[in-house]
């Protein structure tokens, strides 16, 4: 099993609606939990981070964690095709705080 | 702009060759952190510093690849006898401190492409 799984997709939503992306993680003690938005041949990009079980609104993006469940998601109000990207999702893990990386996202959003 | 710099931003080089990359962080972060990523795979841990000490390396870092943080500010990442293998985007990321809520800032990357 890996430690974050994503699914790859792509996930294609019109433009206007919203894109659902999801995570799962192995590491219970997990605490910290981050959305990188990558667009091709560029480097992550921070979306959002979490910390506490619940939702973090940030504009167009909510972040939702359920430890219990260890499911963490992204949720993007009102898509547009500027968010056509690859979604990574990331988990703080061990002492030194590396970040564990699902594969990511293809996210596509169509005018 | 995250203000990570890296450098060079492409190397291209034949296999056997030796590559060194810099990565310069935000001025004020204690943290440094190299990732080396593959096509269709999400960022991978190498090794990071604190300050200048390098506290933990991956399994991935094979002995041909050497790390150094002098005197806490920029870090080089040296391959040597690069193989085939080697070629992906090597991310450097940069972060105030050792808080598990503290958030790496990635710089560009460095894309690799060994012949």
């Known amino acids: 099993q890996k430690e974050v799984e994503q699914n790859s997709g792509p996930l294609s939503v019109p433009e206007g609606a919203i894109a659902s992306l999801n995570c799962t993680y192995s590491d219970r003690g997990s605490q910290s939990f981050f959305w990188y938005r990558q667009y091709s041949g560029k480097s992550p990009e921070l979306i959002m981070s979490?910390?506490?079980?619940g939702d973090k609104e940030d504009g167009r993006f909510t972040a939702q964690l359920n430890k219990a469940s260890q499911y963490v998601s992204l949720l993007i109000r009102d898509s547009q095709p500027s968010d056509s990207a690859t979604y990574l999702c990331?988990?703080?893990?061990?002492?030194?705080?590396?970040?564990?990386f699902g594969a990511g996202t293809i996210l596509r959003v169509k005018s | 702009d995250t203000g990570v710099s890296q450098d060079p931003r492409h190397k291209i080089t034949k296999r056997g060759q030796n590559v060194t990359f810099r990565c310069d962080p935000i001025?004020?972060?204690?943290?440094l952190y190299w990732y080396r990523q593959t096509l269709g795979q999400g960022p991978e841990f190498l090794t990071y510093f604190q300050n200048e000490a390098q506290l933990e390396k991956s399994r991935l870092l094979s002995d041909r690849f050497s790390a150094e943080r002098p005197k806490g500010s920029f870090s080089t990442l040296e391959i040597q006898r690069t193989e085939q293998g080697d070629s992906a985007m090597y991310l450097c990321?940069?972060?105030?401190?050792?808080?598990?809520?503290?958030?790496?800032?990635f710089g560009p990357g460095t894309r690799l492409t060994v012949l």
């Open positions: 001025s004020e972060h204690n943290r």
């Open positions: 990321a940069s972060s105030l401190g050792s808080a598990s809520t503290d958030t790496q800032y």
């Open positions: 979490i910390y506490s079980n």
């Open positions: 990331a988990v703080n893990i061990g002492y030194g705080n590396k970040l564990v």
